[in-house]
């Protein structure tokens, strides 16, 4: 069982950065692959980037690529997303997953509870 709490949303103006964390109880965390998603109003849940259990992979998606990026601590159970650049596009909110290494939400069966991005313009 694994049980995640997301963090770090905020309001931030457009070319602005945040950092999201998202922390992680249960034994299984760092054996699990994570990804973050996220989900527009009115648009179904998205995937944002991936990390493999041990880090040695990451992948993105093409609309986030070079200005995100992913990485874990397994030592603290956590895993990060860097956003850079933010755009008003970004706004959403963003949901981190426990699971195998996918692009897929049905890949993950873990969920958070989200936390909102909004990005203004």
């Known amino acids: 069982q694994v049980q995640l709490v997301e963090s770090g949303g905020g309001l931030v103006q457009a070319g602005g950065s945040l950092r999201l964390s998202c922390a992680a109880s249960g034994r299984t965390f760092s054996t699990r692959a994570m990804g973050w998603f996220r989900q527009a109003p009115g648009k179904e849940r998205e995937f944002v980037a991936g990390i493999s259990w041990s880090a040695d992979s990451k992948y993105y998606a093409g609309s986030v690529k070079g200005r995100f990026t992913v990485s874990r601590d397994n030592a603290k159970n956590t895993v990060y997303l860097q956003m850079n650049s933010l755009k008003p596009e970004d706004t959403a909110v963003y949901y981190c997953?426990?699971?195998?290494?996918?692009?897929?939400?049905?890949?993950?069966?873990?969920w958070g509870q989200g936390t909102q991005v909004t990005v203004s313009s």
């Open positions: 997953a426990a699971g195998s290494a996918s692009r897929i939400t049905q890949n993950y069966d873990y």
